[in-house]
């Protein structure tokens, strides 16, 4: 094992810049020695600085490197093709950092797909990834959620938003690279709707619009680099947050 379907896309410098750029600007605040001795005591002590970006205060801008054999594992044990831009963020970005509580590696990915194997097998359904995704964007000024009984084929879990809502990446069917976001308050019940942009800090200084049609993932990614790039400097007001579950 050790091979991969999928090569993977290029990562713009646009992407890898703007990562720095919000490393940087996302920092907790220090005026001088002292503030920074006292920031690497509290990590020593399992504390960790507080970030202004939603989700950041859990990955810390860490990424992990993922390898082409874990990439192949997951394939294997799933059956399917991991996308091309999935597969280039995982090995020259990495795995953790991202948008809501952080990019998925294949070892949080593979935890969630069990969990929506039993889940559709309490209904009556099997997880098949290599099944077209059956989904498409519905005209605007529609109801923009649809239900679907059981976990739909053809799409994996990137990132989770906290609670009971996740980003999905479409990885069979027309939608194939697209990202769709995903409600599952209970049992087998999943709401699925176009993705929102990712949210940077609940503070924003500057609200970007959403996506109207489902993005790639690399537009996805990028979106959050926006958003959140877009929050500096931070406005300590009540935010204006957008779902799509209205």
């Known amino acids: 094992m050790g091979a991969i379907a999928s090569e993977p896309s290029p990562i713009g410098t646009a992407i890898l810049d703007k990562f720095e750029r919000l490393q940087t600007l996302d920092r907790p605040a220090s005026s001088g ?14 504390k960790r ?12 801008y860490r990424r992990r490197s993922v390898g082409v054999a874990e990439i192949a594992a997951l394939e294997s044990r799933f059956d399917f093709t991991v996308p ?32 929506w194997a039993d889940r559709g097998a ?7 990834l290599r099944a077209d995704f059956p989904l498409a964007p519905l005209p605007q000024g529609e109801e923009r959620v649809q239900v679907v009984e059981g976990p739909s084929p053809g799409a994996i879990p990137i ?18 690279g697209r990202v769709w976001d995903l409600a599952n308050y209970e049992g087998a019940e999943f709401q699925w709707a176009v993705a929102m942009r990712p949210i940077g800090s609940i503070f924003p200084n500057e609200e970007l619009p959403p996506f109207v049609e489902p993005p790639t993932l690399l537009e996805w990614y990028e979106g959050w680099l926006d958003a959140s790039l877009a929050s500096f400097p931070v406005r300590k007001s009540m935010p204006n947050l957008y779902m799509n579950w209205t």
């Open 122 to 128: 309490s209904v009556g359904r099997t997880l098949d």
């Open 49 to 60: 600085p507080h970030r202004e970006i939603f989700g950041a205060q859990g990955h810390q």
């Open 159 to 176: 990132a989770h938003h906290g609670c009971t809502y996740w980003s999905v990446l479409v990885v069979a069917g027309d939608q194939r």
């Open 84 to 115: 091309s831009e999935l597969v280039g963020l995982w090995t020259v970005i990495g795995a953790g950092a991202g948008p809501y509580y952080g990019l998925f590696g294949p070892k949080e990915m593979a935890v969630e797909l069990d969990d």
């Open 33 to 46: 020695l002292v503030d920074r001795a006292r920031l690497v005591l509290a990590e020593r002590r399992g």
